[in-house]
């Protein structure tokens, strides 16, 4: 699981980000990698639509727990009920394919190649939303693709296996991203509360086919839950970040998540990646920071040519 920054209620002018939105920040990509590290463990002895299942589950029922009370019905009211359900389905679809990624795949380089979404999106932006493409963001797009193939290596067992899951991870993750777009001005808990409630019922309504284990010990039960519980921390921590700082400021530390995934895969997991791989995550987190920080300069511009001379 990655962390997005895809909307934000209030600070939308604010060009200052506080210490306190990059320590939140901080906090929610280190929940995410937990819950990742986590997930890698136990994709060795459960199969992946289980652990998806748990791991929805425990989110919504930490959601309902935590907003039920003073949401009600409003945590399922939208005016766009469809395209909410689809949304949810893409990135149900995409959570599938990341935890499939993170059977075979070290913690660092899966996170990494989730980080390509910003790539992505911009050429799906294009095609969907008929965005410009223009010369930066080819130059964007290109250098994002050069730091997947230091990654990948194409013609490698990697790439042949558990890389492609990521890949499409990713692509599935950029449509969710497009989608989120299109539901602008809705409530950010709302659009947080149907994946993980979608997801559930998807999966719950799939989990008779599951490959169930004979028997769990409590310890492997208590590391699931505490994915989930992870999971939904680190969503929490994004939309308290989201009162302190826009979107477009904080996306930029988001990719903080690539050290932690690195320094995770490496104590718990005792795996470095090689100087290649290295070279691809900076490409792909140079090539997303300088995505987000010239989009969040073409809409500070753009605002800043709305305003009426006086």
Not at 3 to 28: F, N
Not at 147 to 165: C, E, K, N, S
Not at 195 to 220: E, K
Request: proline share 6%; charged share 10%.
């Amino acid at each position: 699981m990655t962390a997005r920054a895809t909307g934000a209620p209030g600070a939308a002018h604010r060009a200052h980000v506080p210490t306190s939105a990059i320590l939140l920040v901080a906090g929610s990509v280190f929940c995410f990698t937990m819950l990742d590290a986590i997930t890698r463990f136990t994709t060795q002895l459960y199969s992946v639509p289980l652990l998806v299942w748990a791991r929805y589950l425990v989110q919504t029922l930490a959601m309902l727990i935590w907003l039920g009370p003073s949401m009600r019905l409003g945590m399922i009211r939208t005016a766009r009920l469809p395209l909410q359900i689809f949304r949810a389905i893409v990135v149900l679809a995409s959570s599938l394919m990341f935890v499939t990624a993170l059977r075979s795949l070290p913690l660092a380089e899966a996170t990494a190649l989730n980080y390509s979404t910003p790539v992505i999106v911009v050429v799906m932006a294009r095609l969907f939303l008929k965005e410009p493409l223009t010369p930066a963001r080819i130059a964007f797009v290109v250098a994002g693709g050069i730091g997947m193939l230091l990654i990948v290596r194409p013609g490698t067992a990697v790439f042949q296996g558990a890389a492609a899951y990521a890949l499409l991870a990713a692509l599935f993750y950029a449509g969710y991203q497009i989608l989120t777009r299109l539901l602008a001005g809705e409530n950010p808990r709302v659009l947080l509360f149907y994946p993980a409630l979608i997801g559930t019922l998807v999966m719950s309504a799939l989990a008779p086919g599951f490959d169930w284990p004979d028997a769990m010990p409590w310890t492997h039960v208590a590391l699931i839950v505490a994915g989930g519980l992870f999971g939904t921390l680190g969503h929490f921590l994004f939309i308290l970040a989201f009162r302190h700082a826009p979107a477009s400021a904080i996306t930029p530390f988001t990719y903080m998540q690539l050290v932690w995934a690195t320094l995770a895969g490496w104590v718990l997991y005792s795996h470095f990646p090689d100087a290649t791989a290295i070279a691809g995550m900076l490409v792909i987190a140079g090539s997303g920071l300088a995505i987000a920080l010239f989009e969040r300069r073409r809409a500070r511009d753009a605002a800043r040519e709305a305003v009426p001379e006086v």
